[in-house]
């Protein structure tokens, strides 16, 4: 059984351009979950969603992050316009059942921006 | 919201020695789970213990959630056990947000 897949695992952007980082859950997870970790800092969540809906997104910024779980296809973290403060390692995490249940990690998407 | 607390934040062991990790949190959760972040930066998870005692080879767990604390034991430590141990909770009305503590910064030196 595959873990959760992100992709890509590295990525460079200049500032100004989008970012789009997409994340795999394990089979049979419904529950996906998105992490920040900024250098120097722990690890933040940002959003919860299931599929088609956004469960909680009290951790995202307010502008210029969209996050989405379509009925197919991976999960998307989207970053419009980047700035230097978003070079960070993003991450994500899936669980089968609800909020409660243990969450299972990708291995992360590195960030950077130019 | 719940705050996380770990100690220590550093450690440095010689191979062969034991350590205690501790994870104070303020509130009651619905999950608790620890990590080890390895020098590449993955994430893996070491357990799954909101409640009660776990063994995993040299690794076990305890959690007493009604004293709201919980602590990671390491044995016989080697120097693949180096890297960043993140205790994280499910708070009681965060329904499926982690929320981590700071870390422990572990180096086991030969």
């Known amino acids: 059984n595959a873990g959760v897949m992100q992709n890509p695992r590295h990525l460079v952007r200049r500032r100004g351009q989008e970012a789009r980082l997409r994340c795999s859950p394990m089979?049979?997870?419904?529950?996906v979950y998105w992490y920040r970790q900024l250098p120097e800092e722990g690890l933040k969540f940002m959003v919860y969603?299931?599929?088609?809906?956004?469960?909680?997104e009290s951790g995202m910024p307010k502008e210029r992050f969209s996050a989405e779980f379509p009925k197919e296809g991976p999960s998307i973290l989207r970053i419009q316009q980047v700035v230097r403060g978003d070079s960070a390692a993003y991450f994500c995490?899936?669980?089968?059942?609800?909020?409660?249940?243990?969450?299972?990690f990708g291995p992360g998407t590195r960030l950077t921006v130019t | 919201g719940i705050q996380v607390e770990q100690s220590p934040p550093d450690l440095i062991l010689q191979e062969g020695a034991n350590s205690t990790l501790r994870c104070n949190f303020s509130d009651s959760v619905n999950n608790l789970q620890w990590f080890h972040q390895n020098p590449w930066g993955q994430l893996i998870n070491l357990f799954y213990i909101p409640s009660g005692t776990k063994q995993n080879g040299r690794l076990s767990a305890t959690t007493v959630a009604t004293e709201r604390y919980s602590l990671l034991y390491i044995s016989s430590s080697q120097t693949t056990d180096s890297g960043v141990y993140f205790c994280a909770v499910v708070g009681g009305t965060s329904y499926g947000k982690l929320t981590f503590g700071q870390g422990t910064i572990l180096t086991v030196h030969p």
């Open positions: 969603l299931q599929k088609e809906n956004i469960i909680d």
């Open positions: 089979k049979g997870h419904s529950h």
């Open positions: 995490a899936s669980s089968p059942l609800a909020g409660e249940s243990e969450q299972y």
